[in-house]
């Protein structure tokens, strides 16, 4: 393999590169998109990859399924369903803090197996605060939980969390294997969790009749503000989900399911309106995709592929077979923990991006891909349990966050960390106990 410029390795320079973009990442000081660009064009540009090359890095079934999933939750949220489910649970609890404080906590997790978590805190989080400030009790408790169970709950499934999402497109993982081989633990980590958060937040909740009525008053209907678009949505997002179970049997990739799920459903959404409305609500519907997202992962995708090309993960995979002799259980809790640890400190979806060609290098050494798929779990588990650890460990964390203090609601990095991380840690130790008893 030829040098690059100033006469270094392509090793070195891709090492070099992968470094400097995550610790700009981490600073937050520049938008992550542009970092990850920027990343991608020096492989390019110090000769790491070739262009095509570097095209070919890209995962487009990935960056399908999240664009796909990202124009049927915008139109989907039109119709107010979102809303209603948030102020149907706050009235099944009977106004009661402590029991809207489960309550949330369970839908927020069920919204992010079915919906990526960043998207569930964005509808979540208004219709919480709004709740919150009737019953005159403090909203953090509750927007942290909603924090801690979209990560928890976004593990259960192939869409449920971007890290999922890279694992299951790259590996070739389908959306049962991960409702199998997860959704047993991430239950039993659920009910922990919020069991832990009663005790911590719940039981010390209260307020007073007047303002208990005031939830019990909402109605749930007028939060539906386009019935029509509200069947149209739930027949997408049913056909969409069942196509996902079924993928192996229709012969389709998720991305191409994603895509044709969002593209039927805006058609719907538009059947009836004249061709110069219609170029309106089609450009409004491209404005609610998080472009920064998706080419973040563009960019990403092609950092990665350079230091795999360079030979840095091949030579990472041979020294962790070589500190675990090979051993499935060794192996796989150092991917757990270390995905935990390291998912708290930065961003899950660059370590996940990172470690996915990694462990795919481990297969020659541990009897092939069928041997190593107790890997994969431990890495999904580990990375989207471990991003809760701290404000910067996930996606849904900082959006919370920012969304909280627009609404005048301190989110503080240490506050938010002191009470985060040893329920993390709880969670991990689960998930260790559920992996040594399944897989070996």
């Known amino acids: 393999m030829r040098d690059t410029i100033f006469g270094l390795t392509p090793i070195w320079t891709a090492t070099a590169i992968l470094a400097l973009t995550y610790a700009v990442i981490v600073t937050e000081r520049v938008n992550r998109a542009i970092v990850a660009g920027v990343g991608a064009c020096l492989m390019i540009a110090t000769g790491v990859l070739d262009q095509d090359t570097a095209i070919g890095g890209v995962d487009f079934n990935t960056i399908m399924l999240l664009a796909g999933m990202m124009i049927i939750v915008g139109v989907s949220r ?32 069920l919204m992010s197996s079915l919906l990526d978590n960043v998207t569930t805190v964005l509808l979540i989080v208004p219709v919480t605060l709004a709740i919150a400030g009737e019953l005159r009790v403090p909203v953090y408790p509750f927007l942290f939980a909603e924090v ?104 389709l990739e998720p ?54 090309h360079a030979g840095l993960l091949d030579w990472l995979g041979e020294r962790l077979v070589h500190a675990t002799g090979g051993d499935l259980a060794l192996t796989m809790s150092a991917v757990l923990w270390g995905s935990a640890i390291l998912s708290a400190i930065v961003d899950n979806i660059p370590f996940v991006a990172t470690m996915i060609p990694l462990i795919k290098s481990l297969a020659p050494e541990m009897g092939g891909a069928e041997a190593i798929e107790p890997l994969w779990w431990a890495l999904s588990l580990g990375a989207c349990l471990g991003g809760n650890g701290t404000l910067v460990g996930a996606s849904a ?30 969670s991990i130790v689960i998930a260790q106990v559920y992996l040594l008893w399944r897989y070996l």
Request: glycine share 8%; net charge positive.
């Open 78 to 109: 039109r119709s107010g369903m979102f809303q209603y489910v948030a102020i149907w649970t706050a009235k099944r609890a009977r106004g009661r803090p402590a029991g809207i404080l489960f309550g949330l906590t369970i839908a927020t997790a």
């Open 148 to 251: 801690l169970a979209s990560n928890i709950g976004g593990t259960a499934t192939l869409i449920g969390d971007p890290p999922n999402i890279l694992i299951g497109s790259q590996v070739g993982l389908t959306f049962n294997q991960f409702v199998v081989n997860l959704t047993p633990v991430v239950l039993v980590v659920l009910i922990v969790t919020a069991a832990i958060l009663h005790l911590r937040y719940g039981r010390h909740l209260a307020t007073d009749e007047e303002h208990r009525l005031r939830v019990l008053a909402m109605r749930e209907r007028d939060a539906i503000t386009d019935p029509v678009l509200l069947r149209q949505s739930l027949i997408v997002l049913t056909a969409v989900v069942l196509s996902f179970i079924l993928a192996r049997e229709v012969g």
């Open 255 to 308: 991305g191409t399911i994603a895509m044709f799920g969002a593209a039927i459903l805006v058609l719907l959404d538009n059947w009836a309106h004249p061709a110069h409305k219609q170029s309106e609500r089609v450009h409004a519907t491209f404005g609610d995709v998080e472009w920064i997202t998706l080419f973040f992962f563009i960019g990403l995708f092609v950092v990665v592929a350079g230091v795999e």
């Open 397 to 426: 964390n900082l959006t919370t966050a920012g969304l909280a203090e627009r609404a005048g609601v301190p989110f503080k990095f240490w506050t938010y960390t002191k009470h985060a991380f040893p329920l993390m840690l709880v």
